[in-house]
């Protein structure tokens, strides 16, 4: 796709303020002024009414820049759940997950990682089973968030998909760095496979998915699934994943200074978890490299237009096709980086669950 004029204007404007130096006075953790400004306005301009709300919800709760922050800081940080959270109440309604997504019941317990036990929640829809299975990883740049922040992507795969899901909370760097969380993902969906009776669910019937960070997981998981011989999965599904290294693709030139998810951020997460600039040539992380014959039978990709990461979709989806591995990825227009957990609020994020549910559905052969 070509960029538009609106798009063109964006991509030098971000390129331009990405470095743009702080005010002196201003605190070395606050947000650029000028940027903010500019974020701002793109964010009016492109974004739609409700995911726009939600935004504004999030940046009500005074959330510092991640790139400028130190990683314990970073994590305490709003989320875009948390906006989600505050919008619902300003709207008088519930924030329960179990309210906002009826028919779901959720587990914690834990899983077997590659080096220990891993925190883990299963969701299961209403019925007696055995339903499909999922094992989801949550997002966040392999460093921040947990299963928690992403309750509402994991839960509406489980509604959606009628199947049980297996939410993971992986090692994060930079306590464990590359490939720490990769390991761990392999790990739980072995234990998956084991363990999905137990779980109500099918063992035949097994698929991978998983947010951002999740969705690079949900991929390499089963890329390496096919390399030691393990069950393929059934599917996977890859929401706004990070697909390979290089941070001046089209989307991360045009979205540089967009909310929630910009260019240094991405800098930030990568240098937290690679141990060292030989990593980013690790097929793992440049996805879009790595042999992709025989990975899995159907690969679901969903984008973001309003995200840094919209190209890694649209590479990976062409390096899946010449691998002759069946895809179909959709871009949604008007929203942004993290916008599938939203679904509470914003109508492209149901849409965008719905669709994933009915992939899921059509790849257990329900």
Aim: charged share 25%.
């Amino acid at each position: 796709m070509k960029p538009t004029r609106l798009s063109a204007a964006v991509a030098l404007l971000s390129t331009t303020l990405v470095g743009f130096p702080a005010h002196a006075a201003d605190d070395a953790a606050k947000p650029n002024p000028v940027t903010e400004a500019v974020a701002k306005a793109m964010g009016k301009l492109r974004a739609d009414e409700d995911m726009l709300a939600v935004l504004n919800a999030q940046a009500g709760l005074k959330p510092k820049p991640i790139e400028k922050l130190d990683v314990a800081t970073a994590r305490k940080q709003p989320t875009v759940t948390d906006g989600v959270n505050a919008l619902l109440k300003q709207q008088g309604k519930s924030t329960k997950p179990e309210d906002l997504v009826p028919g779901v019941t959720s587990v914690d317990t834990t899983v077997d990682g590659a080096t220990g036990k891993l925190p883990a929640t299963v969701y299961t829809p209403e019925g007696a089973g055995p339903f499909p299975v999922v094992v989801y990883f949550h997002g966040g740049g392999w460093v921040i968030a947990d299963r928690k922040v992403y309750d509402g992507g994991a839960r509406g795969i489980a509604k959606q998909a009628n199947a049980v899901v297996v939410s993971v909370d992986y090692r994060q760097a930079p306590e464990a760095k590359f490939p720490a969380a990769w390991d761990d993902a392999l790990a739980s969906y072995k234990w998956t496979l084991a363990n999905a009776s137990k779980l109500k669910g099918d063992p035949k019937k097994v698929a991978l998915a998983g947010e951002s960070a999740g969705g690079n997981l949900a991929l390499a998981t089963a890329i390496a699934a096919r390399d030691a011989g393990v069950q393929q999965p059934a599917h996977v599904l890859a929401v706004y994943p990070v697909t390979q290294t290089s941070l001046n693709t089209e989307s991360y030139l045009e979205n540089a200074v967009a909310k929630p998810l910009n260019r240094p951020m991405v800098k930030w997460f990568v240098d937290k978890t690679t141990r060292s600039p030989a990593d980013l040539k690790d097929k793992r992380l440049q996805l879009i490299d790595a042999k992709l014959e025989g990975m899995a039978p159907g690969v679901t990709i969903i984008n973001a237009r309003i995200d840094p990461l919209r190209s890694d979709g649209s590479k990976m989806e062409d390096a899946l096709k010449k691998a002759n591995v069946p895809v179909e990825r959709r871009d949604y227009d008007g929203v942004t980086h993290e916008f599938f957990g939203a679904a509470a609020v914003v109508q492209k994020a149901k849409d965008a669950q719905a669709f994933a549910g009915q992939r899921l559905k059509q790849a257990f052969g329900g």
